[in-house]
């Protein structure tokens, strides 16, 4: 590159306005030759996290679970030295996608990991295959990134999970549990979409009826217009929330008088929320494949590291950035530290069983984790040692090695459209 | 005659400044040459605001809506029919200013009628039913995940090279730039600057005011279209995000910042700002503060923009050190 400039600078320098154009050259070239100075046995690694704006804690999670592992093993993967390249997305795609570039072209990276919201994920996918750079969504939860739309990015291997992967267990656990009529409140986009709608599926092929569907908008806060139409003879109330509106409905659900059971998804109660909120979410139940109360080893001692490091409970956005980093430490092993290629990498992770802090993880064939999911029930209680009762997500079932298409196996499942607003339809909507 | 001097020095400077961009582009990093593109297309759409801002005087906060239109509908063709992605681009580029052009024919109905505050509500209100709707209407948009486009159009060469397609955004930015000064020379042009000036002067003069400035701001939204087919392909993908608030509101400062009522003031605006904004961030976390101090230093002691600091003012400078200079030598 360096020589690149040089060339550029003295082809230029023949003409009149050649001290202009090197001091322009100059200017733009400064600042391109940073990557040049890596060595062959590094492993660039470029992370993308909001770091500003209303989802910035969250990306702190992602990024201080993915450097707790590089620090454990002191940043060497197998003989690799990891540099971590983090850039802020802001939670906008448009703006991930420009750091994607930056990290692909700039810092040449080997591997992207991150993406926060499903939105990010489905914009970052085309990048990779653009690109032919590996990306591992941690978090990034769409569910046709690996299902129908999954042959188009063939360098993306997820480590988090798929939207309605929990959700279809849950609904199992649901029908179970005696509930016949439910009724779903789901922050409207394609992520509340796909929980309820996984549910949905699950619940009413065993005999549940999901007699309504509300959606708030993404970042509703006060939900007095939606919770008046909940209808009464509802058995249930399944929410899907994220970030601030997961704190809020509880508390005006608890207000306003409600007495029915709620349950909800996954990051409706995840650890990033469970603890700022009230006494009222005691019996809530959730799945996820995570939970901070996973009363494992390997988990104890996760779950104490951490909170001594950061102060706070791990939630589930940094036990998968952990695992993502060990994951890929895992893959480097089986290749002695050398960078295999993009494709040879991601055939190299899924072909390894990782033993993760959230349970045993492999890749299914279309490069999803098949992993266990937890049903939680928020207790309050004291764990770990700690002599505070606190709030955890006490796991009450565990469904083992459940994968993206749960029981109705990979070709019935891609056959149906991915869930939606409308999909399923509500057959017992009135 | 000394202005016309003057003016005339000011086109060779643009033309010298244009030339060096695009021969320089080519040598600078596989990124930075996707910034570029990204600042020239913002460009387009700064100047297509200025028209309304600098010359009309009328501070539109819904230029995104424009962008939003020719960007959605790059992208839909191209996804749900495969069409642009050969030479039936150039319809679709002819399309985007259509598109951009005929929203603006319909907001306009809307928001011509008002002035100051009022006109800014409205465009403001009008782009965020844009959003809603792209926000909203999955079954076409995609809503919050937007759309990935199927790749850049080949036509004799293949758009796909980063190199290519700067040099196809910079046509089109060159050809817009010349359109607008044209038009902004044009009697038309004068009429705006007249109506920006004392509106009721110009009506008292047998001026029709509202349908001046019903035709600028479709012309505004045409060029917005422009940008809007530009930027899909520019990033391949379509986001709601593109087409919320802050972009208006970037569009806004970018004017500003460069210089209103000078068109290449927005350019140059535009340039800054994708600079300080994405590449900045890139290097600091704390960007935002430099970006911010940026836009209140000029407010403050450039209420005129970048542009002015012209080759007047730094002339001044000059004769001034040389004046002391030379007083010195007389001592």
């Known amino acids: 590159m360096i020589e690149h400039i040089v060339t550029t600078i003295t082809r230029h320098s023949a003409n009149p306005a050649g001290s202009m154009l090197m001091g322009c050259a100059l200017a733009f070239g400064i600042s391109l030759s940073a990557a040049e100075g890596a060595r062959a046995e590094d492993l660039r690694v470029g992370f993308i996290a909001p770091m500003t704006g209303l989802f910035g804690q969250v990306g702190k999670d992602m990024v201080n679970g993915f450097e707790m592992y590089t620090e454990e093993v002191k940043g060497d993967f197998a003989g690799a030295s990891v540099k971590f390249i983090l850039e802020d997305d802001q939670a906008k795609p448009p703006v991930a996608v420009l750091k994607a570039e930056k990290l692909i072209r700039q810092d040449k990276v080997h591997i992207l ?25 941690s978090v990034s939860s769409a569910d046709d990134m690996t299902q129908r739309e999954s042959a188009k990015y063939p360098y993306v291997a997820r480590t988090g999970w798929t939207s309605s992967q929990p959700s279809h267990p849950f609904g199992e656990w649901a029908c179970e549990q005696g509930y016949k ?67 809020q409905l509880p508390k005006q659900l608890a207000a306003a008088g409600n007495k029915k059971p709620v349950i909800g998804g996954g990051t409706s109660y995840d650890e990033f929320v469970l603890p700022s909120m009230g006494d009222d979410v005691v019996g809530h139940v959730s799945p996820l494949q995570y939970s901070a109360a996973l009363d494992s080893p390997k988990n104890a001692a996760f779950v104490k590291k951490y909170r001594e490091k950061h102060g706070k409970v791990p939630s589930y956005y940094s036990e998968s950035n952990y695992t993502t980093a060990q994951w890929i430490h895992e893959a480097m092993k089986k290749t002695g530290g050398k960078w295999s290629g993009a494709e040879e990498f991601v055939r190299t992770m899924a072909s390894i069983k990782v033993d993760a802090v959230r349970g045993p993880v492999s890749l299914d064939d279309m490069m999803n984790p098949i992993q266990n999911i937890y049903i939680k029930k928020v207790e309050k209680k004291k764990m770990f040692g700690y002599d505070k009762d606190e709030l955890w997500n006490t796991v009450i079932k565990t469904y083992t090695n459940v994968d993206q298409f749960w029981k109705y196996g990979k070709d019935a499942f891609l056959k149906q459209p991915v869930y939606s607003r409308d999909y399923p339809p509500c057959k017992y909507c009135e | 005659m000394a202005s016309t001097m003057r003016s005339q020095r000011k086109i060779w ?37 200025d028209i309304l801002l600098g010359f009309t005087g009328l501070a539109s906060l819904g230029q995104a809506a424009y962008l939003g239109v020719g960007a959605y509908l790059t992208a839909i063709l191209g996804t749900k029919f495969q069409f642009g992605l050969g030479w039936s681009f150039l319809p679709v580029i002819l399309l985007g200013i259509l598109a951009g052009g005929a929203t603006a024919a319909l907001f306009g109905l809307v928001a011509v009628r008002a002035a100051g505050v009022y006109f800014l509500m409205i465009t403001l209100a009008l782009g965020q039913c844009v959003w809603g709707l792209a926000y909203r209407w999955n079954s076409m948009t995609g809503g919050d995940n937007g759309i990935n486009l199927p790749g850049r159009p080949a036509l004799a060469i293949d758009l796909a090279d980063d190199v290519t397609y700067f040099y196809v955004v910079f046509v089109l ?159």
């Open chain 2, 173 to 331: 930015f060159v050809a817009s730039l010349l359109l607008l000064h044209v038009l902004v020379k044009s009697p038309f042009g004068r009429s705006l600057e007249g109506i920006r000036e004392r509106e009721l002067r110009m009506r008292i003069l047998g001026y029709n005011t509202w349908l001046h400035k019903y035709l600028a701001f479709i012309i505004a939204g045409a060029f917005g279209g422009l940008a809007g087919v530009l930027w899909a392909h520019a990033n391949g993908h379509v986001s709601p995000e593109d087409v919320v608030l802050t972009t208006s509101v970037d569009a806004l400062l970018m004017v500003v910042l460069g210089g209103a009522g000078t068109l290449v003031g927005g350019a140059l605006g535009a340039g800054v700002v994708v600079f300080l904004r994405e590449y900045l961030s890139t290097l600091v976390p704390w960007w935002q503060y430099i970006l911010g101090g940026v836009y209140v230093l000029t407010i403050l002691y450039l209420p005129g923009g970048l542009m002015s600091i012209s080759a007047r003012s730094l002339l001044r400078a000059a004769t001034s050190a040389l004046g002391r200079a030379k007083n010195i030598d007389v001592h």
């Open chain 2, 13 to 49: 400077a643009v033309v010298a400044v244009l030339a060096v961009l695009g021969l320089l582009a080519p040598h600078t990093n596989a990124f930075v040459i996707l910034l570029i593109t990204r600042a020239l297309v913002l460009a387009i759409l700064a100047m297509s605001l």
């Open chain 1, 181 to 247: 009529r439910i009724v779903a409140i789901g922050a409207d986009y394609a992520f509340g979409y796909e929980v309820v709608g996984g549910f949905q599926k699950a619940f009413e092929d065993c005999g549940g009826k999901i007699i309504q569907k509300i959606w708030p908008p993404l970042g509703t806060i006060d939900f007095g217009p939606f919770i008046p139409t909940i209808k009464q003879d509802a058995d249930a109330i399944f929410t899907v929330m994220v970030g601030p509106m997961s704190l």
């Open chain 1, 113 to 137: 990991v991150g993406g926060l919201l499903a939105s990010t994920g489905y914009a970052l996918a085309p990048v990779s295959t653009r690109d032919k750079v590996v990306y591992i969504p």
